[in-house]
């Protein structure tokens, strides 16, 4: 199989050290490892006293997650019946979506995929020659879901289901009516749902998830990259109620996963434990930071930015004559380094993604923002 150059991915390593106006991020602003523990209250020097007696062996009794981060990911669905018999542990929310797209599907399948989002979520079954059925958001609609179109792209031989819930990259969100809906068609042609939920629990009321609509075939995955602000752990993971298809998963990760790291688990603990408090810190940096650039948005005559990110993104689309790989490439070879990822990235020319989540201080943000606009105006005419 040959995989698609990854767009996002391969140009945002590289240039991450590099910006100095580093709005290419998705993650909210990294923890240290002594601020997780004062935002969740915990003792820290309790939790390094374990570690010097704790065995460095591969598991501790149960290769798909030790029983305590298993419980602590179930906590995070209140509203969805979750137990730790559900939660399969993985390397991260890009090893959960393999394992569910490489799991499930097989030749004679189609894939429906609602676009934009993640380039796995179409790449990986376009790779193994899965038909692969596109569901488009458009800017002239709102980026609004058609349901009708994603019926009509659904047949007898349709599989899976996938989307991202808040979109990435415009965090444009789906609420209890239109996850039911997606539920609804699902049951109609007996097909699985994938909702990658990474940027789920930006809002204060309850942000549903796919699992809480009481089907076995809505599958769930997220990480703690985004609003757990702990993407170097490289924890993450799957929720499925089907006993068959877990099995069938867990194969599959002893295939290239085997376990996750130990300590890894341990700090993940830590912070699933007490999800609220570290959303809340999340929110606490997304809300302003997220009214900064709309608000600067609108002082940018070329610039302008639909529906209402409920992620750690937003998509913002320009009517500058130079393609968006163009734009970025050029932004970070400016002296003022700035990097944001370029819509082509995501099929989606003529936008960008911003992310406003890694600024810590909006006044920081403020000023990067400031010196964008002034960058863009070599694009004027």
């Known amino acids: 199989m040959k995989l698609a150059w990854f767009g996002v991915e ?16 998705s993650c909210v602003k990294a923890f240290t490892m002594d601020e997780l523990f004062r935002v969740t209250g915990q003792d820290e020097q309790a939790f390094l006293k374990e570690m010097e007696t704790m065995s460095l062996h591969y598991h501790h009794g149960d290769a798909t997650g ?18 730790p018999e559900h939660v399969m542990m993985v390397h991260g929310g890009t090893g959960a979506n393999d394992i569910v797209i490489m799991g499930l599907l097989e030749p004679g399948d189609n894939h429906v995929v609602v676009k934009p989002s993640y380039q796995q979520h179409y790449d990986i ?27 009509a792209a659904c047949d007898e031989n349709t599989k899976l289901i996938t989307l991202t ?41 309850y942000m549903p998830s796919i699992v809480d609509f ?12 985004k609003m757990f602000s702990m993407a170097g752990t490289r924890v993450g993971w799957i929720i499925c109620k089907d006993k068959e298809v877990y099995e069938e998963f867990k194969t599959r990760r002893s295939y290239n996963t085997i376990c996750l790291g130990i300590i890894d688990e341990i700090v993940a603990s830590v912070a699933l434990e007490n999800y609220e408090k570290v959303w809340a810190r999340a929110r606490s940096i997304l809300a302003p930071n997220k009214k900064i650039v709309e608000d600067w948005v609108k002082t940018q005559p070329h610039l302008s930015l639909k529906g209402d990110p409920k ?71």
């Not at 809505?218 to 703690?224: E, K, R």
């Not at 020319?349 to 606009?373: C, H, M, W």
Request: aromatic share 10%.
């Open 125 to 151: 079954s376009k790779s193994i020659g899965i038909e692969t059925r596109i569901v488009q958001l458009k800017e002239e609609e709102d980026y609004k879901l058609d349901f009708d179109a994603l019926r």
């Open 214 to 225: 009481g089907y076995d075939k809505a599958i769930s995955v997220s990480s703690l990259s």
């Open 66 to 83: 030790s029983p305590r981060v298993k419980a602590a990911v179930a906590g995070i669905y209140p509203k969805g019946d979750v137990k």
């Open 311 to 381: 992620g750690t993104t937003c998509l913002i689309k320009y009517d500058y004559d130079v393609d968006s790989e163009t734009l970025a490439k050029d932004a970070m070879e400016d002296p003022r380094k700035i990097l944001f990822v370029p819509g082509d990235y995501f099929d989606m020319p003529g936008t960008i993604r911003v992310g406003y989540g890694a600024f810590g201080d909006p006044e920081t943000l403020k000023a990067g923002l400031a010196e964008f606009g002034e960058y863009l105006k070599k694009w004027e005419k």
């Open 165 to 205: 819930n808040p979109n990435n990259p415009i965090g444009i969100t789906l609420y209890e009516e239109g996850l039911a809906k997606i539920v609804e068609i699902a049951k109609e042609f007996d097909a699985y749902i994938l909702c990658d939920e990474m940027y789920r629990g930006m809002d204060e009321t």
């Open 10 to 25: 391969e140009w945002l390593n590289p240039m991450d050290s590099l910006a100095k106006i580093n709005l290419g991020s």
